[in-house]
């Protein structure tokens, strides 16, 4: 296994626009987690899944974005009628709720929004 | 509500030199704390998890340590090469069982 994936890398779009993220977590892994990063912060906490349930969402999490994780697996993120404050890196983590439950990170998706 | 500090923001050190990367939080009931290495334009990579019972872990040249009553973790850096040079991020698992992080330190190391 080679890890936490996401794709796209790199995205650009038109305010207004809907957007898609695809995360696949480590295989074995049955939590996965989206976090948000804006340049020289800190990542922010957007939502998490167990297996296939959404258990959590921030409050920065607004009515526009929506997140699924159908069969447990890979997951999506959406956002919809994108704005530019949406412009940010766009992080995944997956990890096995055993022991230390260490978060292991893909390369994100960085957003611009114009 | 928990809130991470990281001081500096950025620091620039000659190659070679041994240093220290501090991380502040400010409720002390925290599961554990971890240090993670972010490269440019990239995702982030853990370093070093500390479980609130312990004081300390190392991994080769790398030191972190836990003072949860104070409110503090630092992350020492031994013999530093200039290949270290990356964002260094602390987050803490609070009673949520969240992960609030803090917003790095960005090291340079010059060759």
């Known amino acids: 296994d080679t890890g936490v994936s996401q794709d796209p890398r790199h995205k650009i779009t038109k305010r207004g626009q809907n957007v898609t993220f695809r995360c696949d977590p480590i295989?074995?892994?049955?939590?996965l987690y989206w976090y948000r990063q804006t340049l020289g912060q800190g990542p922010e906490f957007l939502t998490y899944f167990q297996n296939e349930a959404q258990l959590e969402k921030s409050r920065l999490l607004s009515d526009r974005f929506s997140a699924e994780r159908p069969k447990g697996s890979f997951s999506t993120l959406e956002i919809q009628r994108t704005e530019q404050g949406d412009s940010a890196m766009y992080l995944c983590?997956?990890?096995?709720?055993?022991?230390?439950?260490?978060?292991?990170f893909g390369p994100g998706t960085r957003l611009l929004v114009l | 509500k928990q809130e991470v500090t990281q001081i500096p923001a950025a620091l620039s050190v000659p190659e070679g030199e041994n240093l220290v990367l501090n991380c502040s939080f400010t409720d002390s009931a925290i599961y554990n704390l971890q240090w993670f290495r972010q490269d440019p334009g990239k995702g982030l990579t853990s370093l070093l998890l500390?479980?609130?019972s312990q004081r300390e872990q190392t991994s080769g040249r790398l030191n972190a340590s836990l003072d949860k009553s104070s409110g503090r973790s630092t992350l020492y850096i031994a013999a530093s090469q200039p290949g270290d040079s990356a964002t260094y991020l602390c987050?803490?698992?609070?009673?949520?069982?969240?992960?609030?992080w803090g917003a790095g330190t960005k090291l340079i190391i010059k060759p």
């Open positions: 987050a803490v698992k609070d009673s949520n069982y969240q992960l609030i």
């Open positions: 983590a997956s990890s096995l709720v055993q022991g230390r439950e260490t978060q292991y």
């Open positions: 500390i479980q609130s």
């Open positions: 295989s074995e892994h049955n939590r």
